[in-house]
């Protein structure tokens, strides 16, 4: 069975840092562009940040661009997502999920499979 293991969320102050894994069981990365993606209480999951297949590309949204980077280690099947300067805007349940060859401009949700569970974000003071 395909899937993913998120860990590294907990609660952080403002302005503190984050990192996040990405885990894949059951079938490796190579061949998949992999997605991050948040869903906080009452919104629709959104698209965080995706990294191409081969590694050579990523998206950000906006609300997240200068802070997160998104990295691969297909060597260990897995992918990262380094938070810094963390807000309370960015509390919400991280996921992460794949597509296959995926190359760029098209990080959203509805395009990404084979969710994982989750890990908790908190920001607060």
């Known amino acids: 069975q395909s899937q993913f293991v998120e860990s590294g969320g907990g609660l952080v102050q403002p302005g503190g840092s984050l990192r996040l894994s990405c885990v894949a069981s059951?079938?490796?990365?190579?061949?998949?562009?992999i997605g991050w993606f948040r869903q906080a209480p009452g919104k629709e999951r959104e698209g965080v940040s995706c990294i191409s297949w081969l590694g050579e590309s990523t998206d950000y949204a906006d609300s997240v661009k200068g802070r997160f980077t998104i990295s691969r280690d297909d060597y260990k099947n897995t992918v990262y997502l380094q938070m810094n300067n963390l807000t309370p805007e960015d509390t919400a349940v991280y996921y992460c999920?794949?597509?296959?060859?995926?190359?760029?401009?098209?990080?959203?949700?509805?395009?990404?499979?084979?969710w994982g569970q989750g890990t908790q974000v908190t920001v607060s003071s």
């Open positions: 059951g079938f490796t990365l190579r061949n998949y562009g």
């Open positions: 999920a794949k597509r296959s060859y995926y190359t760029r401009g098209d990080c959203r949700a509805s395009m990404f499979a084979s």
